[in-house]
């Protein structure tokens, strides 16, 4: 036992570096984004900002086309490293990569064969911007192809854990994405142009990221050019139900504000999904920490006792994000309102306010739901993640439709925090009943403990936020931290995990 908890103490600094990559790369892609979309739309106006966010937002939801290969690809490319099993790895990586290149192949051809029904019927484009728009379609669909081409080199870096690489490439496309889109503006270009930079970036990542996959893999391209049924059988039937999810996962995140519209207004929308749009963001903290868990856990499960190996990650990684996400939680809980009010206006400081308090509890939920989530997958159970999304759809279908009459908004976001929470609770008690627990009891306690300190503090943090003067809901904000860390350290944390916060430290800081 002490050479497993060894083992899980030299782990802790590689999870926390390759979590670091993951976070900074996507902060920073959203941080240009931020700067970058006031000039695009001053820039190109409303029509052509419109069809660019349009053209950004089907380019984007063609990475379902790949029918969850890159994820599949990651999961048992993991387990063949695991065992060393070369032969399978180079098949794992040629299946994946010939799918997506055959489906990113018909889906261009589709993609430009309804371009002309899109822009006349479904966009009414203008006769004016037709032929720039039309052009800028065929770019979009150009670029598909090597978008998934990417999507499974990214799974392949995350398999051998490279992720340094990975976000050194999703880096670079993010900068060229955003930086050169301002550029363009500012030289007087258009719409044409930026989707011309947007394949042109999207070729560029993917030819220099395969460059080093040979050497990654130790093996010459060509070898990896190989068909196997198994594999493919294998890849598609994981992938599969990670599609469904895929397909179920915006109408669960997105569908309660089809129901505002309709019961309320548009202008109810607007003060419904601000705060929603925000919470969501703070997604990329859990969301970096769950990629750098799913190859671990995959290899993990795949080894001999296996179990007991996963099982302690699985706990700590659930404990060690409830202590980071708790403070930024309550922050976020205590200054609702000055918050919105700096950021888009008082109006939407008094309207949103609870709501955003509402949502960001649901957030919570939302991301420690990852590491579960993360473990099932791991587990080749991704079909447990899809059942509980098709039994939640309908729930909150049916709840929102009650609600949002009686409640409005605020009715929207207690059903949409409620369902995050169910769905918390059935993916760890799936995750319980996988990895049976057997001697992991203590830190399951010590989880819940944790949970116990979640309950209390948001109820304190509630009573604060009502406070009018700033500087004492401040001194009151970090007087609840403190007691956050205090009881994390004394009753949430073991020897193990205090020894592995002071290495930690240790090593950032020397």
Known sequence: MSQLKARESSRSFVLFKNSSYNVLSQGLIIILSLWAIPILVHGMGNERFGLLA???????????????ISRATTKFLSEAIAHQDKKHSLKIIGVSLLIVSIVGLVSLFIFIGITPYLLSHLFKVSPLLYDEAKSAFVYSALS???MLIFGIIKGIQVAYERFDLMN?????????QWVGSVLLIWLGFGLKEVMMLTLFSRILITITSFLPLPKMVDAPFYRTVQWDHQVFRKLFYFGGWLTIVQILNPLLVYFDRVLIGHYLNLSAVAYYSIPQEVMIRILVIPASIALVLFPVFSKESSI???????????????????????????????????????????QYGIECTLVFQIVTC?????SLGQIPTTLLQALGRPDLCAKFFALELPLMIILNIIIIPLLGIVGAAITWSVRLAFDFGLLVFAGNRLIKKDDMNGLYRLFWK??????????????I??????????????????????????WGFDNLDRQSVLNLKRKIFT
């Open 54 to 68: 349009i053209l950004w937002s089907i380019v984007g939801y063609f990475s379902l086309l790949d029918f969850g």
């Open 144 to 146: 598909i192809p090597f």
């Open 168 to 176: 050194i490439y999703q880096g670079l496309s993010g900068i060229i």
């Open 304 to 346: 001999i006792d296996g179990q007991k190996n996963y099982s302690g990650l699985y706990y700590r990684s659930m404990n060690l994000l409830l202590f980071i996400m708790m403070p930024i939680i309550l922050v976020l809980i205590v200054f609702a309102h000055d918050i919105l009010s700096l950021w888009v206006g008082e």
């Open 362 to 366: 649901g957030i919570l939920f939302a």
């Open 450 to 463: 944790q949970t116990l300190q979640f309950v209390v503090l948001m109820v304190i943090v509630f009573g």
């Open 465 to 490: 936020s009502s406070i009018h003067g700033f500087l004492l809901k401040s001194i009151l904000t970090v007087l609840i931290i403190i007691i956050h860390f205090t009881w994390s350290w004394v």
